[in-house]
C-alpha cells in the first residue's frame, strides 16, 4: 500500500522538525496512543490501541529513523504487531519545505499489511489510514503552534504503520508509520 500526501503546519521549518522529533508531542498527537519512548538515538518504540471496522486491538512496534537531514527530511521504517489482527511494516519519507504560512510537510509511505486487517481490504484500509492522518495532523499542528489539540475520537484508528512517524512520520508520514507500525 502506496500512500503519499502533505500538510501545511502554521509553524517555522526548525519548529515543526523540534516537534516530529518529540516523543511527547508525537504521543499527543496520534489518534489511540497509549505509549511512544525513545529506545536509542534514532528510534522508538509504540503502543496503540485501534479499531478498523469491527478488528480492534492493540498493536505494540518500533521505528527507527534514518537518512536524517535536519531540518529538511528523514526515512522512517518500522513493523508491529497486533496479535491476532495483523502485521505491518513500511517505510516512510518525510520532507520539510519552507511554504506560504509555514512548514509544508509532505510524506510517501509504503506499507505491507498482514492477517485480519489484510482481509478488510485496501479501501478501507486507506480511508482510515487518511481519516487517522487527518487527525494526527489536527492535533500536531497545534501541539506545534503551542494549542490545546482539539477532542478528536480515536474510532477508526489503523494498525498500520502507514502512520506516524511518520506522516509518516514524522507527522503526516509520522502518523501514518507509526499507525502501520503499530
Given at each position: 500500500?502506496?500512500?503519499?500526501?502533505?500538510?501545511?503546519?502554521?509553524?517555522?521549518?526548525?519548529?515543526v522538525?523540534?516537534?516530529?522529533?518529540?516523543?511527547?508531542?508525537?504521543?499527543?498527537?496520534?489518534?489511540?496512543?497509549e505509549?511512544?519512548?525513545?529506545?536509542?538515538?534514532?528510534?522508538?518504540?509504540?503502543?496503540?490501541?485501534?479499531?478498523?471496522?469491527?478488528?480492534?486491538?492493540?498493536?505494540?512496534?518500533?521505528?527507527?529513523?534514518?537518512?536524517?537531514?535536519?531540518?529538511?527530511s528523514?526515512?522512517?521504517?518500522?513493523?508491529?504487531?497486533g496479535?491476532?489482527?495483523?502485521?505491518?511494516?513500511?517505510?516512510?519519507?518525510?520532507?520539510?519545505?519552507?511554504?506560504?504560512?509555514?512548514?509544508?510537510?509532505?510524506?510517501d509511505?509504503d506499507?505491507q499489511?498482514?492477517?485480519?486487517?489484510?482481509?478488510?481490504?485496501?479501501?478501507?484500509?486507506?480511508?482510515?489510514?487518511?481519516?487517522?492522518?487527518?487527525?494526527?495532523?489536527?492535533?500536531?499542528?497545534?501541539?506545534?503552534?503551542?494549542?490545546?489539540?482539539?477532542?478528536?475520537?480515536?474510532?477508526?484508528?489503523?494498525?498500520?504503520?502507514?502512520?506516524?512517524?511518520?506522516?509518516?512520520?514524522?507527522?503526516?508520514?509520522?502518523?501514518?508509520?507509526?499507525?502501520?507500525?503499530?
Amino acid at each position: 500500500m502506496k500512500i503519499t500526501g502533505e500538510t501545511l503546519i502554521p509553524a517555522p521549518q526548525e519548529a515543526v522538525w523540534r516537534a516530529l522529533n518529540d516523543p511527547e508531542v508525537l504521543r499527543k498527537s496520534i489518534p489511540g496512543c497509549e505509549s511512544l519512548e525513545k529506545t536509542g538515538e534514532n528510534s522508538f518504540k509504540a503502543t496503540v490501541a485501534s479499531r478498523i471496522g469491527p478488528i480492534a486491538a492493540r498493536f505494540a512496534g518500533n521505528v527507527k529513523l534514518s537518512d536524517l537531514d535536519p531540518p529538511n527530511s528523514y526515512t522512517l521504517t518500522g513493523e508491529g504487531t497486533g496479535g491476532a489482527a495483523g502485521a505491518a511494516k513500511g517505510t516512510a519519507r518525510v520532507r520539510l519545505e519552507p511554504g506560504q504560512g509555514g512548514t509544508r510537510l509532505l510524506y510517501d509511505v509504503d506499507a505491507q499489511i498482514s492477517g485480519k486487517l489484510a482481509q478488510i481490504g485496501s479501501r478501507v484500509v486507506e480511508a482510515a489510514a487518511k481519516m487517522l492522518a487527518g487527525q494526527f495532523f489536527d492535533r500536531f499542528g497545534q501541539a506545534v503552534i503551542g494549542a490545546a489539540p482539539p477532542p478528536k475520537p480515536a474510532a477508526m484508528a489503523i494498525p498500520v504503520w502507514v502512520w506516524l512517524l511518520g506522516a509518516a512520520a514524522a507527522v503526516g508520514g509520522l502518523a501514518l508509520i507509526w499507525y502501520a507500525m503499530q
